[in-house]
């Protein structure tokens, strides 16, 4: 099956996905809030989402491997103790 070669799924291997992007928010708590009565899904705790969640930035719902011109990486914290 040669054509399924030249199909892509949202599982692009960049680390420029949604997922890795300052603007993707998937914690449950933000999907409740964003969905009001939240029923097809079962809650924002559900496996059914998976790891999708919101782009604060288009307001849009995402899977966490989307992407989009949008892109802007998040900031790694350097929280890290020093123990000498």
Same mark, same amino acid.
């Given at each position: 099956m040669?054509?399924?070669?030249?199909?892509?799924?949202? *599982?692009?291997?960049?680390?420029?996905?949604?997922?890795n992007?300052?603007?993707?928010?998937?914690?449950?708590?933000?999907?409740?809030?964003?969905?009001?009565?939240?029923?097809?899904l079962?809650?924002?705790?559900?496996?059914? *989402?998976?790891?999708?969640?919101?782009c604060n930035?288009?307001? *849009?719902?995402?899977?966490?491997?989307?992407?989009?011109?949008g892109?802007?990486?998040?900031?790694?914290?350097?929280?890290?103790?020093?123990?000498?």
């Amino acid at each position: 099956m040669q054509l399924l070669k030249y199909i892509q799924t949202s *599982r692009d291997q960049s680390l420029e996905h949604c997922g890795n992007c300052k603007f993707f928010n998937n914690q449950p708590q933000k999907m409740e809030e964003e969905f009001a009565g939240l029923t097809t899904l079962s809650s924002g705790y559900g496996s059914v *989402r998976h790891q999708d969640g919101i782009c604060n930035k288009i307001k *849009r719902y995402l899977s966490f491997y989307d992407s989009c011109s949008g892109y802007a990486p998040k900031q790694i914290s350097n929280a890290t103790t020093n123990h000498e």
